[in-house]
């Protein structure tokens, strides 16, 4: 399997035109084209050469390079700059073009302005242009009529007919302005499809961006910083408190808290022990030692070249298939049959403009381009309000859902602890222990901490100093010592661990499940 990053793909015709070619390459067993991520995947049988079709695809504009290669955005500087070009060439062709439009149809002015956006509308086709021309031809001197076929026909059969009727001396049939605010349009329908593209990939990374990039792992004999993927089954991993557990495991500390909201919506932290399965998604509050499962469980973690692990891609083909030959061979036919009609009724100067329109606006690219783009937006958007979309493929399916079953209340919380009520005993020193606590829970990384933290400096919006001594208590609580203050907050099975009660009042108040005590001396 091999992954090319392919630069200078702006649209599903691009796509499209890339799959031919790699249909006709050989050794290749299997290829999908993502014009979101610009990336091509293939694969192909042991031994079979992959120089010819990058050497094809170069040919055709496009530039290869391995997933991470980046042109430092000269890719996106040189279609700016051509775009640019393109608007300045129509501009000035549309305005020395009035003067045709308002009569002036004969004398040395008509004839001078007639030139003038002649060698305009030259000059667009040899550079705006450009692109479109070459990929076309390129297509069609391998066989393959992309659909980019359309377009370069209709620019070329617009700048030939202006040639000839600029030699009959036929100012007033000129279509030069046309074909340049055409090139300019379609030059600034891919640049802002490609803009497109890069803020909805840049989107998707943010659910990589998420996860551990690296893993420390113990390998011969010391612990080494891995990617996630080259962990191997049975290798012992170290886990701070608060990363991300990108796969299944098992716990090997004694015993450790794992907060799994992003799995089960649930913010009450849960406790586990040696020997105890740990899903992938879970995030210990404190550090621990795990091994890592059989790899058959399939990671959470979405693989920084491909955030949306691929899910966007069953998008697209399925589009560009439907498309294809067929659709190019039908958009031309249909030019074709408009052009003789419209020449048999309104004459060849009617007949041009309707046969390039039905060319230029039949090009699928947006509409093969909206699906994917729009799945990359929604699952970034969602991934920042804590939803991970596994597999996109669901979000087709959301509009025919008519009824949601939801099997636990915390999917439908604020996904996080919140003190709803406090009982204190009575203490003049208790503004002392408070801070004291918040200096301590400051260091902790478990829901409740910052639940009990949010309410401790709600008046005072300075970050809690570091405490002089701290010790988490894995499944019961946390420990420390803090301005000449001993403080312990703890639940209620290890409060009563230590020979200590909740006092009354609490314990009727508060909800059984979450008892709590905070001690001092």
């Not at 098992?250 to 907060?259: A, H, I, T, V, Y």
């Not at 699928?364 to 970034?380: E, K």
Request: aromatic fraction near 6%.
């Amino acid at each position: 399997d091999t992954t090319w990053m392919v630069r200078g793909m702006t649209c599903v015709a691009c796509a499209w035109l890339i799959e031919q070619l790699g249909e006709r390459a050989e050794g290749i067993v299997e290829l999908s084209v993502d014009p979101l991520q610009r990336r091509l995947r293939l694969r192909a049988r042991a031994g079979a050469p992959l120089a010819p079709l990058a050497d094809q695809m170069t040919a055709f504009g496009y530039g290869v390079g391995l997933p991470g290669e980046d042109d430092d955005g000269a890719s996106g500087r040189r279609d700016l700059a051509e775009l640019a070009i393109a608007g300045a060439l129509a501009a000035n062709t549309m305005l020395l073009t009035l003067p045709l439009y308002f009569g002036l149809e004969g004398g040395p002015l008509a004839g001078l302005f007639a030139t003038v956006t002649a060698v305009l509308g030259t000059l667009c086709l040899l550079s705006p242009a450009r692109p479109f021309l070459r990929l076309a031809w390129a297509g069609l001197r391998a066989g393959v009529i992309g659909l980019d076929v359309p377009i370069a026909l209709g620019i070329v059969a617009a700048w030939t007919w202006s040639m000839a009727q600029l030699l009959a001396g036929h100012w007033h049939l000129l279509y030069f302005d046309s074909l340049t605010l055409l090139v300019f349009a379609l030059r600034l329908g891919r640049f802002v499809q490609s803009r497109a593209i890069d803020r909805a990939g840049a989107r998707a990374r943010l659910l990589a961006a998420s996860m551990p990039q690296l893993i420390r792992t113990w390998r011969h004999g010391r612990w080494r910083d891995l990617p996630p993927e080259d962990v191997l089954a049975g290798e012992r991993l170290q886990l701070e408190a608060g990363e991300e557990l990108p796969f299944q495991c098992r716990l090997e500390s004694p015993e450790g808290s794992f907060d799994l909201r992003v799995v089960t919506g649930e913010s009450r932290a849960q406790r586990l022990v040696a020997g105890e399965a740990v899903v992938s998604g879970a995030r210990p509050m404190v550090a621990v030692t795990l091994s890592r499962a059989d790899p058959e469980f399939a990671p959470v973690r979405p693989d920084p070249a491909d955030p949306l692990n691929g899910s966007q891609v069953a998008h697209t083909p399925a589009a560009v298939d439907r498309l294809g030959k067929v659709f190019t061979l039908a958009v031309l036919a249909i030019a074709g049959a408009c052009f003789a009609g419209w020449w048999w009724a309104a004459g060849p100067s009617e007949a041009l403009k309707v046969a390039v329109t039905v060319l230029i606006v039949a090009c699928p690219c947006a509409l093969g381009l909206a699906s994917p783009v729009t799945v990359a937006m929604v699952v970034a958007s969602v991934a920042r309000s804590g939803v991970l979309v596994r597999r996109a493929e669901v979000l087709d399916a959301l509009g025919a859902v008519r009824a949601v079953a939801l099997d636990k209340t915390g999917t439908v919380t604020e996904g996080r602890p919140a003190v709803v009520a406090s009982h204190l005993v009575e203490s003049p020193d208790w503004p002392q222990v408070a801070q004291a606590l918040a200096r301590i829970e400051a260091t902790s990384r478990h829901p409740m901490a910052a639940a009990l933290l949010e309410v401790l400096t709600a008046s005072d919006e300075r970050a809690p100093a570091p405490p002089d001594q701290v010790e988490v208590l894995a499944g019961a609580g946390i420990v420390g010592i803090a301005d000449g203050w001993r403080v312990a907050a703890l639940s209620a099975r290890a409060a009563a661990e230590w020979g200590l009660e909740v006092p009354a009042a609490a314990a009727a108040a508060l909800w059984p499940p979450h008892h709590a005590r905070i001690d001092y001396s």
